[in-house]
Structure formats: structure tokens, C-alpha cells
């Protein structure tokens, strides 16, 4: 098995991938949050989060494999800054969960290129959603 599985996600990394709605989406939470609670900041969930785009957008397509280890550590990162960072812990539940829903998102894409395995978000897409947009 080849690391990462992609050498460009998808044969074109400004496709729509689903990692940028998560990613987009754990953004927006985080924004929510800290507006929510003044003084304090999801910061480690921002860079987190940021280290995952960078490392898609910017490095995979000349560096696969640095690209996808800065991707998969950066989501990965963001998971446990949002599963055990205090910040989360203050701010209200259900926003926690929508920043986990966000960043469970972006890991499914990262996990389906960087391996190659089918993750439920790819089976969907192929079993219900392609053939409504082509």
C-alpha cells in the first residue's frame, strides 16, 4: 500500500471535496463559541483545523505524503482539542457536538484519500448523491 493512496486527492484538489465543508463548518462553530464566551478562544481548534487545510490545499499536490500527514494530524489535532480542551467543556453542548460533527466530517474525506479505505460519507455520495448532480 502506497502513502498516501491519492497522489492528488481526486485528480484535482480544488474539487468539492467534503473535507472543506467540514472544515468550513468546525470554522463557523468555533466563531460561535468564542463569541459566546468573550475573552476566551477555540484557538487550539482553529490551528488545528488550519494546519488540516494547509496541509490539503498547499502541500498535498506537490508533497502527497507530507500533505497528508500535516491533514490527518491537523484533524486529528482538532478532534481531541474538541473532545478534551476546557474551552469545549465551558461552552454549551450542543455546540460541541456540531464542532465534532464538523471535524468527524473533514476526517472522513482525509482518512478516504490519505488510505484509500470507503468511508460512509464516499459511499453516500456514490450510493445516493452523484447521480442527482451528473
Same mark, same amino acid.
Given at each position: 500500500?502506497?502513502?498516501?493512496?491519492?497522489?492528488?486527492?481526486?485528480?484535482?484538489?480544488?474539487?468539492?471535496?467534503?473535507?472543506?465543508?467540514?472544515?468550513?463548518?468546525?470554522?463557523?462553530?468555533?466563531?460561535?463559541?468564542?463569541?459566546?464566551?468573550?475573552?476566551?478562544?477555540?484557538?487550539?481548534?482553529?490551528?488545528?483545523?488550519?494546519?488540516?487545510?494547509?496541509? /490539503?490545499?498547499?502541500? !498535498?499536490? +506537490?508533497?502527497?505524503?507530507?500533505?497528508? @500527514?500535516?491533514? =490527518?494530524? $491537523?484533524?486529528?489535532? #482538532? &478532534?481531541?482539542?474538541?473532545? /478534551?480542551?476546557?474551552? !469545549?467543556? +465551558?461552552?454549551?453542548?450542543?455546540?460541541? @457536538?456540531?464542532? =465534532?460533527? $464538523?471535524?468527524?466530517? #473533514? &476526517?472522513?474525506?482525509?482518512?478516504?484519500?490519505?488510505?484509500?479505505?470507503?468511508?460512509?460519507?464516499?459511499?453516500?455520495?456514490?450510493?445516493?448523491?452523484?447521480?442527482?448532480?451528473?
Amino acid at each position: 500500500m502506497t502513502f498516501p493512496a491519492q497522489r492528488l486527492p481526486d485528480g484535482n484538489i480544488l474539487a468539492p471535496h467534503h473535507l472543506y465543508i467540514g472544515v468550513l463548518a468546525a470554522y463557523i462553530v468555533c466563531w460561535v463559541a468564542s463569541n459566546r464566551m468573550p475573552k476566551r478562544e477555540a484557538w487550539a481548534t482553529v490551528t488545528a483545523l488550519t494546519v488540516a487545510l494547509f496541509g /490539503f490545499l498547499f502541500v !498535498w499536490p +506537490d508533497y502527497p505524503a507530507t500533505g497528508a @500527514l500535516l491533514t =490527518l494530524s $491537523g484533524i486529528v489535532g #482538532a &478532534l481531541l482539542a474538541v473532545v /478534551f480542551r476546557s474551552f !469545549w467543556s +465551558d461552552s454549551a453542548s450542543d455546540l460541541r @457536538l456540531a464542532a =465534532l460533527f $464538523g471535524v468527524l466530517i #473533514a &476526517l472522513d474525506d482525509a482518512v478516504s484519500h490519505s488510505f484509500g479505505v470507503w468511508t460512509p460519507l464516499d459511499w453516500f455520495w456514490h450510493v445516493y448523491l452523484i447521480h442527482l448532480v451528473t
